[in-house]
């Protein structure tokens, strides 16, 4: 634990961030990783990050404040972490209302990683020294939730570097990292850590991800999303990695890297069809890590293998599976578009973003004048991804839901709420079109006669889905997350870019 003697002001974050990292001198040049905690502290990280010659990247922690007076903090939590929680408070709060709210404090710490650094993946500590930075620490219980986060990234070595931290909170987290480094650890009465800046003002987000911003990020995109990938690079700071798919006399796949790999590097590949591109994008994404990247993020609009989610006796849960091998892979993280549920980013070991379409979704209802219809989600599944269409595009209805039964015939469904002569029916894929053909007969037994079917992945899988046009849906809107080939031709159906979500999501939209 080592700290300057005497009693010392800052400036500003820039001088405090100068003074500490005169005290990080030992690691300049090394095989080293400096995680700034915004927003304060990333002021701090980036002049840091700069005189140690080290990358720069973010932890972000969230307080989980007391539910009868917010601003005083029970606990503080990460995007992947475990909470931290003053053992006092949480023996007497809600357990129920406690992992409500963490689960909040999680959610805003993920959208928050999102706007900062938009497709940038977390750079790996592995095997490296990560440098925890703030701007000051008083209980310590937001550092406390970012080194439990780091921990579980197997650095080498974790050092926690601060200008100023009481003793006794320093003394704290010294039982918990391999070196404290602060400018200033006072022993006497801590005041707020602001009253030892000249100027401590609120750092805003855009000053964040100001200082955040690095190296363009390469951009690799499988066959098939040469048009998405260009789309991309005109709207977000990217340049084009030049690579190539070789296919050996036996059949194996290789790949074929035309320029070194460094720096951040993202894929763009949907796993559809989701064998051969599974396998291309996996071995890519190695190639990639093993060459030099520095994070590799995979962009995949549509994600397969999220449908087998559940714990079943004798079958495969290939969505845990899949989240193995992107790890193994080299993938620090994951962009997609509507996954299929939650319970997926559960099973995943490495960070998941999922993109919602309800906005483009909305902006077509109103195209298409369908704003005096009825909403429905074709399954219990598909109910909260319905209900932001509905908000989104500003429908007073009720929710309608149709509760799915699988039968050996087929899928038959009951409807629960009230429907009128035209429906909006919501999900997420179109595979046979097995469960919104039911929706659809379904409605119409009950006096609908002009629906609108809306979905994130059009896979039209088989030739079952299209008696979507026999049951009364009139007009079916997709996504581009998968090439839509022949049924483009049928002028009723309508192909919404989701480059719009992508762009958003890359240049740090929120």
Known sequence: MRAGGDQRRFRDREDAGRQLAARLAAYAGTDAVVYALPRGGVALGAAVARALQAPLDVLIARKVGHPANPEYAVCAVTETGDPVCNPREEAVLDPHWLGAAVETARREAARRRERYLGVR???SPEG?????????????????????????????????????????????LAEEVDDVVAVEIPAGVFGAVGSYYDDFH????????????????RLFHLPGYGDLARELREAVPMEAGAWGIIRFPNGELGIDLHAPAAGDCAVLASLAPPDEQLLAALLLCDTLRRQGAAAVTLLAPYLAYTRQDREEAGRSRATAWLGALLQASGVARVVTIDVHSARVGELFPIPLASLSPARLFAEAVLRFAFQDAVVVAPDAGAMARADAVRAAAGIAAPL??????????GVTGVLHGAVGRRAVIVDDILD??????????????????????????????GDAWPRLWDEGVTKLVCLDTVPVGEPRLDDRIHVLRAAPLLIAHGAGGG
């Open 202 to 217: 609120q750092v805003t987000d855009e000053e964040v991800m100001g200082l955040l911003a690095g190296d363009t990020v």
């Open 121 to 123: 993946a977390p750079r």
């Open 128 to 172: 490296k020294t990560a440098i925890l930075v703030d701007d000051g620490i008083a209980t310590g219980l937001t550092m406390r939730a970012a080194i439990r986060e780091v921990r579980g990234r197997h650095p080498r070595r974790i050092v926690v570097a601060v200008p100023i931290v009481p003793r006794e909170t320093a003394a704290v």
């Open 400 to 409: 309608a839901w149709m509760e799915k039964t699988r039968e050996p015939a």
């Open 432 to 461: 046979t079109g097995g469960t919104l053909i039911a929706c659809a007969r379904a409605l119409r037994r009950v006096g609908a006669r002009e629906m609108l079917v809306m979905v994130s992945h059009a896979l039209f899988t």
